[in-house]
């Protein structure tokens, strides 16, 4: 059984930086892909990041080039580090997992397990 716990998540300020962690259990399959989405209530939950097994990775338009998406495997966790917050960063976060590669890595339809998300605010 895949389980998946996010942590890290909190309160500050625009401009500010935030490292979100996602600690990993039972993901036994070769090759799989990782993902952080985010969600606002009301809103479709968006992919931000991804990272496949092989260390190819992908990001959203929206966080690029202020987002780093990576693992350690040694530690079995996936992280995101996000610079430069905006207060239009405020959401749920939440990491996601599957078995495979998929040609739509940001798609949350594609990702069958799931962490309970951890809550990132942004205030200006």
């Known amino acids: 059984q895949v389980q998946l716990v996010e942590s890290g998540g909190g309160s500050v300020q625009a401009g500010g930086s935030l490292r979100l962690s996602c600690g990993v259990s039972?993901?036994?399959?070769?090759?799989?892909?990782m993902a952080w989405f985010r969600q606002v209530l009301g809103k479709e939950r968006e992919g931000g990041a991804c990272?496949?097994?092989?260390?190819?990775?992908t990001y959203a338009d929206s966080v690029k080039g202020r987002f780093t998406i990576s693992k350690d495997n040694a530690k079995n966790t996936l992280y995101l580090q996000m610079n430069s917050l905006k207060p239009e960063d405020t959401a749920m976060y939440y990491c996601?997992?599957?078995?495979?590669?998929?040609?739509?890595?940001?798609?949350?339809?594609?990702?069958?397990?799931w962490g309970q998300g951890t809550q990132v605010t942004v205030s200006s």
């Open positions: 990272i496949a097994s092989n260390g190819w990775n």
């Open positions: 996601a997992a599957r078995g495979g590669m998929d040609w739509r890595p940001l798609s949350r339809q594609v990702y069958n397990y």
């Open positions: 039972g993901l036994t399959y070769s090759p799989y892909q």
